[in-house]
Each structure stands twice: as structure tokens, then as C-alpha cells.
């Protein structure tokens, strides 16, 4: 089985990991706190922490699991969607590796990633399909139906803020530290999530919007001023957990309504947004009351890493799906999903992967 080096640096976490099959040999993962006293990702600050830690811990990782350069089959790295200026390094990190070692450099989509993210360290099942996907993060809200590993299409999909996006800036109104979905989370678990009503967007089941709701939770504290200093506040328990229900709900609205119409063989649930506690239980009973599998991934592979991106590879490699000339390719700051299941549609370049 060949093994993949895997290169993610899409946002301001740099991750790289090795894969062999199923195996994941090793991960290391440099998360970039000087982001937090922004409230928010700094581009600039971003790319830079790319361009001091990718090298450092890739070399970490080929030497802490004992990997010869020779053993390394194929470099794969975030082509996007992300951030410009940090793609921009994993691709040139990933695209001098490729050339120095003769292998083949495989850009990967970094929301197909987290679709397959349930499966990393897994045997890949087919029988899964059907699959009604739901992919939340901070950039990223879609529900896709996918009727195979690269085969889908899309059901519907955010207009404007990503529900990870909504969730940390309502946490920042509310004076929680960066990042702020996980904080409002575990406060909510202590609030009413009936004591505040936000409206809820009319868009039927083909598109998600948060925007409304961010700007209603603007003006109430900018009209009420409610005490947010004070972690016990009940005010603030309850803000948290009306404003984590309301974003369940949209969320949850089409999946309802397409797993009743379409009757998927399963549900899957991705993203960094897949560690909310409230949309995981929702999308598990629903599971239950349907009768078919839910696949949520562990924690440690909802936020941005670098195995899901190998594990992206390694589908495309065991399909073919591997471009023969990639070292021209360009980073995709905006790179639809559905743009690159077309692309890979008409894509047989490649070798059969090696089982």
C-alpha cells in the first residue's frame, strides 16, 4: 500500500499527517493562538505561521515515525477552498516535495475532505450510499446528497454567513473568547433555550441563512446590555443556548425534510461545527427514527486536519482520479464542491491506487 503525505493549511491550523491504506502512521497538527486576541483569523498572520511551521513539523513527523522519504508514494495538499495566502504555502510546500521525491502531487478539495472525514483510520464501505451529508464549519454550510465516494449533488447550501461563522460571531457579542462556537456550546448546556426568540430564515429547504440572526442578536444587546461579564449569568447561559437552538434548527430544516422525501441508506454529519453537542444528538435520533447509520466523526477529526485530506486522496487515488500534469495547478480560494465532483466526473488520468 503506498503512503501518502498529506498537507493541510487551508485556515490558520497547520496539520500534516501519513497515511498507509487505512493506517494513519502519524499526524502533527501547530494551531496558531495569536489569532485570539483578534477575535477572529488575521490572513496575513496566517500565512506567515504556515511559512515557519509546515517544514518543522513535517520533518517531526518523518522522523518521530520513522518514515523513509523513499516509502512515500504521493504528496497530497489542500488545493482549496480557504485562505488565499495560506494555501498558497501548502501548495508550495507540497509542490517542492512532489518534484524533489518524483511522485505524484494530488490537490485536494477541502470540503470533500471533511465528507470523508467519518472515515479516517476506516475501511472505505460502499453500501453506505445513498448518504445524506450535512458539512458545517466557520466558512462552509451544505447538504449534499452523495450517491458515491465522488458522485453528488448539491441540496442546499448557506446564501451568506456559515453556521460556524454565526456561532462565533454571536460568541464574540457576547464577550466569549476566540473561538467562540465550543464556548457557547458548553454554556448553553446550562441555559433556556426557550427564554430568547430569534426569527428564523424563510427560505424554504434549498438555502441556509444566519445572517438574520446575527444582526437580531446585535441589536438586542446593543438595546438591553444584559450583564455578559458574568460567566454564571443566567442571561448569558440563556443567550447561548436560544442562539445555539435557533442555528440547530435552520440547520436541521432540510435535512428533516430531504431524508423524509429521498429516504438515504445513511446520514453524515462533518465540519467543525459537527462538535456541537446539540446538532450531534438531533442528527443521531434522527438516525434512530429513520433507521439507518449515522456517521458523525470523533472530535478529533472535525476541525481542519490533515488525515481527512489524506484520506481524500487515498479515494482518489484507488479511482484513478490522480492528474497526471498537477504541478501547474493554482490554489482555489473558492472551489465549490460541486465544481470539483464535475471536475473529477471527466478526470481518468490517473493509475488505479494500489490495494
Same mark, same amino acid.
Given at each position: 500500500?503506498?503512503?501518502?503525505?498529506?498537507?493541510?493549511?487551508?485556515?490558520?491550523?497547520?496539520?500534516?499527517?501519513? @497515511?498507509? =491504506?487505512? /493506517? @494513519?502512521? =502519524?499526524? /502533527?497538527?501547530? =494551531?496558531q493562538?495569536?489569532?485570539?486576541?483578534?477575535g477572529g483569523v488575521v490572513p496575513e498572520l496566517a500565512s506567515r505561521a504556515h511559512q515557519e511551521w509546515l517544514s518543522l513539523i513535517i520533518n517531526d513527523l518523518i522522523h518521530d515515525t520513522s518514515t523513509s522519504w523513499s516509502d512515500i508514494k504521493a504528496i497530497a495538499?489542500?488545493?482549496g477552498p480557504g485562505l488565499m495566502g495560506s494555501l498558497m504555502v501548502g501548495a508550495a510546500v507540497a509542490k517542492g516535495l512532489a518534484l524533489s521525491l518524483d511522485i505524484p502531487l494530488i490537490g485536494v478539495n477541502h470540503l470533500h475532505g471533511h465528507l470523508v472525514s467519518h472515515f479516517v483510520e476506516q475501511e472505505l464501505e460502499e453500501g453506505i450510499f445513498p448518504m445524506l451529508s450535512l458539512t458545517v464549519s466557520g466558512g462552509h454550510t451544505h447538504l449534499v446528497w452523495m450517491e458515491s465516494w465522488l458522485e453528488g449533488s448539491s441540496l442546499c447550501a448557506t446564501l451568506d454567513d456559515a453556521a460556524g461563522e454565526a456561532f462565533d460571531k454571536c460568541a464574540k457579542m457576547l464577550g466569549l473568547p476566540y473561538p467562540g462556537g465550543p464556548v457557547l456550546d458548553r454554556l448553553a448546556a446550562q441555559g433556556d433555550s426557550g427564554a430568547y426568540s430569534w426569527p428564523m430564515p424563510q427560505l424554504g429547504n434549498e438555502a441556509?441563512?444566519?445572517?438574520?440572526?446575527?444582526?437580531?442578536?446585535?441589536?438586542?444587546l446593543a438595546k438591553h446590555k444584559p450583564d455578559l461579564e458574568d460567566r454564571r449569568d443566567s442571561a448569558l447561559?440563556?443567550?447561548c443556548a436560544s442562539i445555539q437552538a435557533n442555528v440547530v434548527e435552520v440547520l436541521m430544516k432540510p435535512v428533516l425534510h430531504h431524508a423524509g422525501q429521498r429516504k438515504p441508506r445513511s446520514l453524515g454529519l462533518a465540519g467543525g461545527v459537527a462538535a456541537n453537542s446539540l446538532l450531534r444528538s438531533r442528527m443521531l435520533a434522527l438516525g434512530e427514527q429513520l433507521g439507518c447509520k449515522v456517521h458523525i466523526p470523533p472530535l478529533t477529526w472535525c476541525t481542519d486536519n490533515a488525515a481527512m485530506i489524506a484520506t481524500s486522496a487515498r479515494i482518489l487515488m484507488d479511482h484513478g482520479k490522480v492528474a497526471v500534469e498537477s504541478m501547474g495547478e493554482k490554489p482555489l480560494p473558492r472551489w465549490p464542491l460541486m465544481d470539483y465532483l464535475v471536475e473529477l466526473s471527466v478526470l481518468n488520468l490517473g493509475q488505479e491506487g494500489e490495494s
Open positions: 500500500m503506498p503512503i501518502i503525505l498529506a498537507i493541510e493549511s487551508s485556515c490558520d491550523d497547520s496539520s500534516v499527517a501519513l @497515511l498507509k =491504506g487505512h /493506517r @494513519l502512521i =502519524g499526524m /502533527r497538527q501547530s =494551531g493562538e495569536e489569532h485570539q486576541r483578534f495538499y489542500t488545493r441556509y441563512s444566519f445572517s438574520g440572526l446575527k444582526t437580531s442578536v446585535l441589536y438586542y447561559r440563556d443567550l
